[in-house]
């Protein structure tokens, strides 16, 4: 997970709740990226290790100045936090030793055991390096733009894919596989193009969409309710999809807390509210 004051409610939620469905707590170790240009480090360390005296995790820095040049603007500013593009970096930023990792978003909950999770199988195939739930009824045009589709040169890059959309706040990672294969340069290339002409609208989504589409190993979707925060526009209501829950991700604008904190919260939101470990609005001591 990365990790930063903006959501470090949402990340104690979601460790809590890991830890809390784990048949194995114990055996979990999590990983967390914090941005180098900020001096939350040790402050978020000491949090972390008052409220979970017993877990064991790491703090790695993201260098985040060298993405800050390759983002471009997207609908919504939130999107275009650097630390947001750290995903991106993950294989390099752990430690080579590491050889899969499950990526979480901060603004989401587990109801159930993260090691089912974790052992999804990616199969055979070196180059399947992601395992996340699909939703091949999703507008996948949506996602670029006009003049990435009517240029061939861009729009082949799916060709002999079926793409699907997937969300890119749960993912199971083969670091081995992705570093074997550089995959964080055929993102930035994308980056960089972007940079140039707009092919896309959102902030990390696409180019983990370009590279991976069409070639990642199905997770059940109970393991990503996603879109609990409503759109990326105005945070309305959402309901659940239909089927069972593993997990709850409040992905699109509005997050449980703020609208805990606004006495405005979704129905949903209550599910959210028992993980809630730092319900006054929190400062992190100098
Ligand atoms: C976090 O604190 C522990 C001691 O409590 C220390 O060993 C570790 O290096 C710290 N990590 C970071 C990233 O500050
Ligand atoms: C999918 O999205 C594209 C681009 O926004 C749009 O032109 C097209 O009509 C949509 N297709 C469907 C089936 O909604």
């Known amino acids: 997970m990365t990790l930063d004051t903006t959501y470090l409610r949402g990340s104690m939620a979601a460790i809590l709740s890991v830890l809390q469905h784990s048949s194995c707590p114990e055996n979990i170790i999590f990983h967390f990226v914090t941005a180098a240009s900020s001096s939350a480090a040790a402050p978020l360390n000491r949090t972390l290790s008052t409220s979970f005296p017993y877990l064991k995790f790491q703090i790695y820095p993201f260098r985040d100045g ?95 894919r079926k793409p699907c959309y997937f969300n890119t706040g749960v993912m199971v990672i083969d670091l081995q596989r992705w570093r074997a294969g550089d995959y964080t340069a055929k993102i930035q290339d994308w980056m960089e193009l972007q940079k140039r002409m707009r092919i896309y609208e959102l902030g990390s989504l696409p180019p983990f969409l370009l590279v991976f589409a069409g070639n990642i190993a199905p997770v059940d979707h109970r393991w990503n309710q996603h879109g609990l925060g409503g759109d990326n526009f105005r945070g309305l209501c959402r309901d659940l999809h239909p089927g069972p829950v593993s997990l709850l991700h409040w992905s699109g604008k509005g997050k449980p807390w703020a609208r805990l904190d606004a006495n405005r919260p979704c129905p949903l939101d209550a599910l959210w509210a028992p993980y809630d470990l730092l319900q006054t609005p929190y400062a992190l001591e100098a």
């Open 66 to 160: 060298a993405v800050a040049g390759l983002i471009s603007t997207s609908i919504r500013s939130a999107l275009d936090c650097p630390l947001n593009y750290a995903r991106n970096y993950m294989p390099d930023l752990l430690p080579s030793c590491l050889r899969k990792v499950v990526y979480l978003d901060s603004d989401l909950v587990l109801v159930d055991d993260i090691a089912k999770l974790a052992a999804t199988p990616l199969g055979d195939d070196p180059n399947t390096v992601l395992a996340a739930p699909e939703y091949c009824n999703a507008n996948f045009s949506a996602y670029f733009t006009p003049s990435f589709w009517s240029n061939p040169s861009l729009s082949l890059t799916f060709a002999g």
